[in-house]
């Protein structure tokens, strides 16, 4: 396949499983991609994100264009050639070993959206003007395995080729690099990267920690020893250390059962200590606290990831049993969605017990709005910025079951996008899903993983199963994907 060719026939219309509904649903969401990209190109082309209210730019990746980076492969997927090829001719100019200077560049954000979006691009055009720029990001960020225990550090100066000071870094950034380096090593024939990741893979699994599956949320780079006093979860700082368990073992074909082995444990720990259900019957994901002083009746957006890889593990594995619990709590991160206004999903919901919410009814001023509901769900944390881990979740469901409600669910959640987040420039934050207020709610920034997931997830949703199908390709935790080694 010569490169700029796709892997699949070009024709909306190829496949009679493309239903008519789902074509439209499916260009609209490629239409709301175009608006976001024409945002991002009159406002803030060749920086790093959009801020789309202000209609102005910023550099908070350290000017490495990390949006149009993210969007390679969503551009190439979607088929808005036009579009790619003018990115892809930007690549060209982007200096990946350098960044402003003082700047510290983030390993775990820089090796997710740039390593991998450049690596997701070039599975799927082949031009090596992308692989030797994915080398370089990959030479650039190589300096923070310079420790004791080969476990990155947090930051690293691509001016000075120095890693951060700093040994103290949670799971999710220390454990969220094997697709990526693993993918570099085999596409580059250079087995240093693949030696990168897999260094880092035993040097947290030789962790001494409490509980067979669970990781605390830190360890140090120096020393390879977790932080015993810090929160057991799935969400926030340790959410995608736990999917590249099984993403590692999808992406060696099945060939490497310790991954396999790794994945299994942590899903019967997290069902044991971690899932628990809702006095009204909600299925979620909550968190033992920092000391294990307490449980925490809280689910985390981020932690919406979760349910579809269930649903992943349950298709890949034959284990009938997690796509259960994949539904349930799939079904809770959809419901925490629906329950507000707008139709948009908190960063952070919680539950209530029947006495706990009557209570609360107590101080809620007539008129205004309640955000615990009598079935005791409700937000804590009321922005929505953009996130597409529910989104995610119903996409794999969708494609595990075929089960067309995922559909509908996911077009109702980008009615609300389009309704409550769409601005003239592009896509905004939401800073309150409780208020429907078309003035002042909205946050000015429009994440890259906006159009790098969500818009792709999306996408991929209404699309025919072998766009991108599950048998021959792995998402990265940006949705960059990466062709399994077979």
Known sequence: MSHGELPWKVDGYRNSELSSINYKRQQSVREATRHAW??????????????????????????WAITLVDSLDTLKIMELEDEYAEAKEFVRSIRFDRSPAGYKVQFFEMTIRA???????????RDPILLEKARQVGDSLAYAFDTATGLPTVNVDVNSKSKEYSSRICIAEAGTLQLEFKKLGQVTGDNKYTKYAERANEAIENGERKYKGLYPAFIDSDTGKFDSSAELSVSAMSDSFYEYHLKQHILHGGKEPKFMKRYITSVEAVKE??????????????KLVAS????????EHLACFYPGLLALGAKVLDRPQDLVLAEELARTCYTSYTMTPT????????FKTKEQVNEYNKYVYPGSTRVFNDDGMGGVDSRYILRPET??????????TGDPKYQ???????????????VEAGY????DVYSESSTSNHIDAMESFFLAETLKYLYLLFSPTDVISLDEYVFNTEAHPFRIIK
Do not use: C
């Open 38 to 63: 024409a945002g991002y190109k009159k406002y803030a082309w060749g920086k790093d994100e959009l801020q789309p209210v202000t209609q102005s730019s910023n550099l908070r990746w350290g000017d």
């Open 115 to 125: 390593l991998g979006g450049l690596l997701g691009a070039y599975e799927l055009d």
């Open 273 to 286: 200590k971690l899932v628990k259900k809702s006095e009204s019957g909600f299925t979620f994901i909550g």
């Open 292 to 299: 294990e002083s307490g449980f925490s009746d809280e689910m």
């Open 343 to 350: 139709g948009l999903g908190p960063e952070r919901f919680g």
């Open 391 to 400: 989104l995610e979740t119903l996409f794999i469901l969708y494609r595990v």
């Open 408 to 422: 509908e669910w996911g077009w109702n959640i980008f009615l609300a996008i389009e309704k409550h987040a769409k």
């Open 428 to 431: 905004a934050g939401v800073q």
